[in-house]
């Protein structure tokens, strides 16, 4: 098949794509163009060569792009999970009591939140970090403390 023949191919397969999306026609005008590509530069190919070549391409392609497209909601499934744990995206965060922490409790706000929290009896005015959560309770540490390895981030039991 003429290399012009692939070329037409991959930009119909190409504008196939703007017509009906679908994420794979794309791909296979890719290897399409490809395979015209390889055609001009190996002139006595053959038909059956041409066909394997772009099987083999559209299949790389094919391939890689779902790869990609798992790797990609994966990552957007760990950020959905976080979107309604309020507490669980505070982890890690540097906060200013507001209140004094007494008896291992206390309350802190946090933008224009006021939350509860837990942690070593401290003044007002004391900077504490977001070690964990217990449910919608901020478990607070000293900001000099290094991080707990054993801090509960989940909901509440």
């Given at each position: 098949?003429?290399p012009?023949?692939?070329g037409?191919l991959g930009?119909?397969?190409?504008?196939a794509?703007?017509?009906?999306?679908g994420?794979f026609?794309?791909w296979f005008g890719?290897?399409a163009l490809?395979?015209?590509?390889?055609?001009?530069?190996w002139?006595?190919?053959?038909?059956?060569n041409e066909?394997?070549f772009?099987t083999?391409?559209?299949?790389t392609?094919?391939?890689?792009?779902?790869?990609?497209a798992?790797?990609?909601?994966?990552?957007?499934?760990v950020?959905?999970?976080r979107?309604n744990d309020?507490?669980g995206?505070?982890?890690?965060?540097?906060?200013?009591?507001?209140?004094?922490?007494a008896?291992?409790?206390g309350r802190?706000?946090v933008?224009?939140t006021l939350?509860?929290?837990?942690?070593?009896?401290?003044p007002?005015?004391?900077a504490?970090?977001?070690?964990?959560h217990r449910?919608m309770i901020?478990?607070?540490?000293d900001?000099?403390e290094p991080?707990?390895?054993s801090?509960?981030?989940?909901?509440?039991e």
């Open positions: 098949m003429s012009l023949l692939w037409a930009a119909l397969l190409i504008a794509e703007l017509v009906l999306p994420i026609l794309i890719g290897a490809l395979t015209g590509l390889v055609t001009a530069l002139h006595d190919w053959g038909l059956i066909a394997g772009f083999i391409a559209a299949g392609a094919v391939g890689i792009a779902i790869a990609h798992r790797r990609r909601n994966a990552s957007a499934e950020d959905a999970s979107i309020r507490a995206q505070l982890v890690g965060r540097a906060v200013m009591l507001t209140e004094p922490i008896n291992g409790h802190v706000f933008g224009d939350w509860a929290v837990e942690g070593p009896d401290r007002a005015g004391t504490m970090v977001v070690a964990g449910g901020l478990l607070l540490q900001a000099t991080p707990r390895q801090t509960y981030h989940g909901a509440a």
